[in-house]
C-alpha cells in the first residue's frame, strides 16, 4: 500500500521540482519495501520477521482508529481494523510463539 501510494504522489506531482517531493517519495518507498520484506520472510517461514510483523500491526491500530473516528469512513476503519486484529492475534498466537522459539528450545 505504501509503494502504491508512493506511485500515487510520484504521478500527481510531475511538472514539479523532484526535488521537493523526493523525501516523501523516498519516505514511503523504504516503508513500503520494508513491509514487503517483513511479508516476504514471514511466508518463507523466517523466524526473525515476527517481531517486525507484531511492531507493525501495532502501529497500523492508530490508522484503525483515525478511520473510525476522524475520517468517518466506518466501513474501511472496521475492515481494516477486523484485519489488523486478526493478524495480530495469530501472530502473537502460541503456535506462533512455538515456531518463532523452535530454534532455541532446550529440548533440541
Known amino acids: 500500500m505504501s509503494l502504491a501510494f508512493a506511485v500515487v504522489i510520484g504521478i500527481q506531482t ?3 521540482p523532484l526535488g ?6 523516498g519516505y514511503f ?10 511479508g516476504a520472510t514471514l511466508m518463507v517461514g523466517r523466524r ?18 483515525s478511520l473510525i473516528g476522524p475520517s468517518q ?14 493478524t495480530f492475534l495469530l501472530l ?7 515456531w518463532a522459539m523452535a530454534p532455541y528450545s532446550p529440548e533440541k
Do not use: C, D, K
Open 73 to 86: 469512513q466506518l466501513v474501511l476503519g472496521i475492515a481494516a481494523g477486523v484485519y489488523v486484529v486478526l
Open 20 to 25: 521537493s517531493v523526493l523525501g516523501e517519495l
Open 48 to 65: 526473525g520477521a515476527r517481531t517486525p510483523a507484531i511492531v507493525t500491526q501495532l502501529l497500523l491500530l492508530p490508522v484503525v482508529y
Open 92 to 98: 502473537i498466537s502460541e503456535r506462533s510463539r512455538m
Open 29 to 38: 518507498v523504504v516503508i513500503g519495501l520494508a513491509v514487503v520484506f517483513v
Open 14 to 16: 510531475q511538472g514539479q
